[in-house]
Structures are given as C-alpha cells and as structure tokens.
C-alpha cells in the first residue's frame, strides 16, 4: 500500500468520496462537492472557450492585426447580450436568424446524406449480401426491422389486420432495441463506478498495482 | 411469501453495499476471466493496422472528464497502437472540457515510444462551432486551427507541413461521449470529404451506432469499456504495447457486476409476480 503524496489526488480522492456519500443520504458535504463540479466545470468552460475561440479568433484579428471585417461577428455576438436589455432586446433576432439559416443550411444536406440516404441504402437487400448465408439473414432481419418499426409509426389508420401484425413486429424490434440500450446503460454506470474505484485503490491508496 | 415481501422493501443502501464490494474485490484480487476480442474492435483496429507507415491518424478527443473511465482507455490504446505502427497522431476535440485529457495523452504516450511533440504528435485544441471547424478543417486545417493548444504557430511544427487538409489524413478515430462527436465527422467530414471513421463510444450511446456500423459508415466501434479493453488486447497480443491496461483489469469486475445486476432482476421480478396476487 503506497498511499499518494500528490495533494492534487488528495482532493480529488475525497471530492469522489463526497461524491459517493449520496448513496447513503443527502448531505451538505455532497451538495458542496456538487457544486464546486458546477462552478468548476463552468468556469474552466468559459475559460477555454474564451482562449481558443474569442480571442484568437476574434479579438486578435480585429484589435492586433486590424481586419475591419470582424466587426460583422462582434456586431452580431454582442446583439445575443441585447436579451438582457428589454428596449433592444429585438435586436436578437439578428444574430439567431443568421445562426439559424447557416446551420440549417449547412446541417440539412449533410444529415439528410448520413441518416437518411446512407442509412437507406444500408437497409437495401443488394446481390452482394446473397453470397454469404450468415450476412443474407442478418440483412433480412435488420430489413424487416425497419419496415415494420416504421409501420408501427404510421398513425394515419387504424391497425388492424396486416398492419397490426407489422406494427405488433415492430413493437417487438422497438423492445429489444430498449433492452439493448438498458443494457448498454447499465455497463456505462458501473464502468463510471469501476473507474473511481480504480483511482481510489491504484492513484491514491496503492493498492493495485 | 414473506421472503419475496422483504425483498421488495429491501434497503437500497445494502444493494449498493453489496455491489460496492462485489466491484471492489476483483481490483484487488483479480479472477482471471479473460477478455476476447469481437468483429467491431477488430474492424478498427485493422483499419488503423493498414494505414501505411508516416501516414497520420486524426483522433478528436470529444469526451469530458466524466466519460474518462471509458474513454481514456480507448484514447491511450489507440495512440499506443499508432506509435507502434509509426504513424504520426494529430489531436483536436469538440468538447471543451477534454483539452486536460487530450494534452495528459500528448504528453504521456509518446515518449513510451520515442515520439516527439511536433514532428510525430501534435494536439490543435479544442475550437467552438463544431460544423465550422470540421468544414473549415476539409479546406485548411490551418485557417482553423493557426496555432496548436499551446499557442505554437502550426507553420513551426515538422509533422503539419505534409497535412493540409482532412484529404491528407486517411483516418479519424472519434472518441465520443455524446453530442458533439462522431456524428457530426460522419455528416460533414465523411460525407463531405470521404474520410473514413472509426469510433469509440460510452456505452450509453453505442445502440444508436450500429445502424452506422451496419451500413458501413462507421469503419469500427469501440462501446464503453468492454470496447476499451478489446483493443487493448488487440494491441498487447500484436506486441505494440506492453503497458499497463486499465480497461482490462476492470473487466473483472463489470462481468460481477453484471451478473449481480442480472441476478437482481430476476429476483425482482419472481417477487414482484409472487406478491401481485396477494396484493391484486
């Protein structure tokens, strides 16, 4: 056992344990851990946004090498603090009209490539899956998958008869699909758990090598 | 029927004791359970096997400190397995809070191999505007990024002057922990400038891969630590590292775990049908 002499894993190793001490009641000790991970994630947010986007991007071309044209994007940014000022406070919808038309624009052909089209073609049933027995079933699957998931969704009448056995199917994928993500979930909390763990016993304690 | 009856008002407390201890023990005293290597692992780790040596492998870093456990692992296995095939590592991140990580794995993993800062691994940073960046990085990574985390300008650094654009880089590994992350390089970096895309993700947001890994947009997928301690096998098995492999010896302990979660909900369940009856 080597406990650490490091007073960074001190604080650390006892922030987790405040952390920790919910599990067994509420207490003042975890409202503070709690809300120093609030200001400190904040602040340290702020900080980094502000060194590695404000400043070189906008601070230094305008004021140190003097590129007029970055008026147009501090004009535009300041009116985002205009909310705060009810006479001007119009004077958002500068900046969000712009936010929002270039990144609709910009994300509408892409997404629409990646999720829909991409996703479209990786549904389809092509020659190429027939050559193996294994990859041919997991094509049909996944197939029929989205077909009757997608039926499932389909509210413009009523389901009876065959789209009642295809929305019924769906329901059946849609349920796995919630147990395959409870599950997953479930291995994401305990790796978060099993990681502290591991800092307390191997960085701070020394027990593990 | 007392039994089901207390163990339906059981104290959560006591469960959270019991899988306290059950997680802890396997850290101290491992069992030896083994990990194996799946198809998705595999599949991004022969992509990175096949990049040709000198060629370098773009890793965002898109996690926070609270995805570290599942993350980290995977970021330094990656590295590791990069360093040992001599390929150059350029580093950037979407998340501001994983600038502390990203310059931990900078600094630590290259001098296990005799890497430079600069000429073999260079850390950009992180930049706000995630479509912006990425877009702007398909037309010159250095009208985004002029100067590394560090303020060094990108024109000083040996390893930038043969990596223009993202078309100079044949493969990003988006390590994610959510949103921003690697379905923003799939819509803009993939579909915009074909870059191949492997990921590694939390476990939480692995589901809602597949359907990318199944169409062939995602080149690997490395979920939560299980993904983690998969290429870290992969890459101790082909002798590229023989470092200390935190996702592996976790391994243990997330298989008690489970077992003890799967075993709870059974019981939970039996006592719930056994006492509805007398409930109804």
Known sequence: MHVSHSLLTWVAAILTIGIFSFLWKDNPFYKFCEHLFVGVSIGYGIAVTWYNGVYPDLVTPLFRQGKPLYIIPLVLGLCYFCRFIPRVSWLIRFPMAFTIGWGMGVAIPANFQTSIVKQIQGTLLTPAIFARWDVLLWAIISFVGVICTVFYFFFSREHKGALRLASQTGVVYLMVGFGASFGYTVMARMSLLIGRLQFILRDWLGVIK | MKFFQYLLKIDRRIIYIVMGLLVTLPLVKPLGLGVTSGPRAARLFQAVDSIPAGKTLLISVDFDPASMPELYPMLTAVMRHAFAKNLKVLLCGLWPTGMGLAIKAATDIPPEYGKKYG??????????????????????????????????????????????????????VALSAGTPGYSDWLAYAQSRYGMKVGTGLTAVSAADAYPFLQSGQLTGLLAGMKGAAEYEVLVQKSNYSKAYMPAVAAMDSQSLAHVVIMILVIIGNIAYFVTRKRRS
């Open chain 2, 119 to 172: 000429e073999d691994v260079v850390y950009l940073g992180y930049k706000p505007g995630v479509d912006a960046v990425i877009l702007g990085m398909g037309e010159n990574i250095k009208n985004v990024y002029p100067y590394d985390y560090s303020g060094r300008s990108l024109d000083s650094l040996p390893m930038m002057r043969d990596v223009q654009r993202l078309r100079d880089i044949p493969m990003i």
